[in-house]
């Protein structure tokens, strides 16, 4: 499984920047999608998550309302939409892949198997 991120950049808070993430190597069928996020001298955290088959999704508490997880199964591509930045939403933001994957473990770092290289988010303020 190959996983490109895209979609960084600088915004001013309050303001909004979409994330993408370009999935390639099988089919995803079964696998859970999930995007996580590293902010300088902090743990890797999860932010949100979503089942291949059947959409089922999970977000950290910090995100909810703001965040908005989702796919495209035709193009192997998996989306996060940030609406309502603020500064402690910067961060390297990760997506990754992990197959066989039940509802519960959707936001567990070790149930991801294969990572995508980190595309970056600055939220001034």
């Known amino acids: 499984v190959q996983l490109q991120a895209s979609g960084g950049g600088l915004v001013q808070a309050g303001g909004s920047l979409r994330l993408s993430c370009a999935a390639s190597g099988r089919t995803f069928s079964g696998y859970g999608m999930g995007w996580f996020r590293q902010a300088p001298g902090k743990e890797r955290e999860f932010v949100a998550a979503?089942?291949?088959?059947?959409?089922?999704?999970a977000y950290a508490d910090s995100v909810k309302g703001r965040f908005t997880i989702s796919k495209d199964n035709a193009k192997s591509t998996l989306y996060l939409q940030m609406n309502n930045l603020k500064s402690l939403d910067t961060a390297v933001y990760y997506c990754?892949?992990?197959?066989?994957?039940?509802?519960?473990?959707?936001?567990?770092?070790?149930?991801?198997?294969?990572w995508g290289q980190g595309t970056l988010v600055t939220v001034s303020s």
């Open positions: 990754a892949a992990a197959p066989r994957i039940i509802t519960s473990s959707l936001g567990r770092p070790s149930s991801y198997t294969s």
């Open positions: 979503i089942k291949w088959s059947g959409g089922s999704t």
